[in-house]
């Protein structure tokens, strides 16, 4: 397959893509694209992968596949601009990052530039849509549809019939039950129990999780 190079970089996150891509497509040498000057390396204190970090604003070659070098609905949607706006780079250039112990059910549909990591199940019409990062041992159940550059923690129950909007943060270990839906942009704490459904552009904590404050 192509080369996979990174767009954007965090120090926490990027070494995570490190070790999947290096298990999944045994590519050992990688290369990030910062979209911003942040003086970012990845933080690798047991292994060290060979990694190059080009110059801030520096263009991919088109023959590479990318991937987000970074998590967070908020990093994931200003790098995509970046890079769409500067180099007309769209999502069709990005690829999926799944780990092979994933559990995916053939009827769903999942977008690019997604990242599954290990453990995650997939159940039955569900929708992934372009950038949403699924992360450790999440369950997603049947007929749930997940917006643009949401991310799902470690963790997380999903039943059925659910609708999360663009831009969300679940946090680990939360459960929302069936026929919930929750809109863009709102962030839902860790461990919480959703009961009701949850509106846009919030924060919302607990069991049963309720609205904290507005963003």
């Known amino acids: 397959m192509s080369k996979i190079s990174f767009v954007g970089i965090s ?4 070494a995570i893509f490190l070790d999947l891509i290096s298990e999944i497509n045994l590519q050992n ?5 910062p979209n911003k000057d942040f003086g970012i390396e990845p933080f690798m204190p047991m292994k060290i992968y060979s990694i190059e970090i080009k110059e801030a604003g520096s263009c991919p070659p088109e023959e ?3 991937f987000f070098g970074a998590t ?3 990093n994931k949607l200003a790098i995509f601009e970046d890079f769409l706006n500067s180099y007309g780079i769209s999502e ?3 690829t999926q990052v799944i780990h092979p112990s994933a559990y995916i059910a053939p009827s769903n549909l999942i977008s690019t530039g997604v990242l599954v990591e290990p453990g995650v199940i997939i159940s039955a019409q569900s929708k992934i849509e372009f950038g949403v990062s699924l992360k450790r041992g999440c369950r997603i159940g049947h007929h749930n549809s997940i917006g643009r550059y949401t991310d799902i923690n470690p963790g997380v129950i999903l039943s059925g019939m659910i609708n999360i909007g663009e831009g969300c943060l679940i946090g680990s270990g939360a459960v929302i039950k069936d026929n919930i839906s929750i809109g863009a942009n709102t962030t839902i704490g860790v461990g919480s129990v959703v009961t009701k459904d949850i509106p846009a552009n919030c924060i919302a904590f607990g069991n049963p999780c309720k609205v904290v404050r507005q963003k």
Not at 11 to 14: H, I, K, L
Not at 29 to 33: A, C, D, L, P
């Open 92 to 94: 069709s250039r990005y």
């Open 29 to 33: 040498e990688f290369v990030f694209y």
């Open 11 to 14: 120090r926490d996150s990027a």
């Open 72 to 74: 967070g609905p908020e």
């Open 64 to 66: 590479d596949e990318l």
